[in-house]
């Protein structure tokens, strides 16, 4: 049986939308996910799910409610913790790796015209079951 | 409140030991890692626990019961599936980025003197609760 290597490049080249993050693997509960982002999403928590970003490239801002932002350069992750309210900022195009829960909305608790469901997230990338 | 990134490279740095993993950070119910490999550990498998590799320096082959090995350069990444007997093998220096399950143990079903326990893998980092 042959198993094969995810490259995150590859995967990222993938991706055309912004705020569009696409499946690239599972491991236990979690998905592994790439995007690209540019600009701001909006203002939103996951009440019961962390949510890790790790920054491919580019320079990302989170801003998090009553705390102070966080920068993050290529490299460097930062887990927002269940809960808190945050709204991740990119002033030019940022790469990231995300890790969360396969069931946590894109959005968390807020609705707004450019959620992706994680349905079209799996349809993006389509290589866990 | 002050939050800050987590920068993988200087959590490297702050790793000496190989094969001897650094708890960096935990989303939900998975830790992330650093480590650093040289040489091979040991054939086991975790029977209920996923494990994602991600390569940041150097060039791993993850070598696995009846299937091709896997090869993996920076910035690929490789999912073991649960149950998967596997052995992780490092011709030069290694650098990688783990994620797997809070319980997950080093050398899964085998003990070896190289097996580090999850508690010195949380010493050696500390910084998640």
Known sequence: MTATATSIADELSQVSDHWSPRVVARVNDQYVKVAKLLGELVWHAHPDEDEMFLVVKGRLRIQLEDRDDVLLGPGEL?????????????????HIV?????????????????????????QAGGRPA
Chains 1, 2 share one sequence.
Not at 86 to 92: G, I, R
């Open 98 to 122: 995300l890790v969360e829960t396969v069931t946590t909305a894109h959005t968390g608790d807020v609705v707004v015209p450019g959620t992706v469901p994680v349905e079209r997230q799996l």
């Open 78 to 94: 930062f887990v927002v913790p269940r809960g808190v309210r945050h709204n991740p900022v990119a002033e030019d195009e940022v």
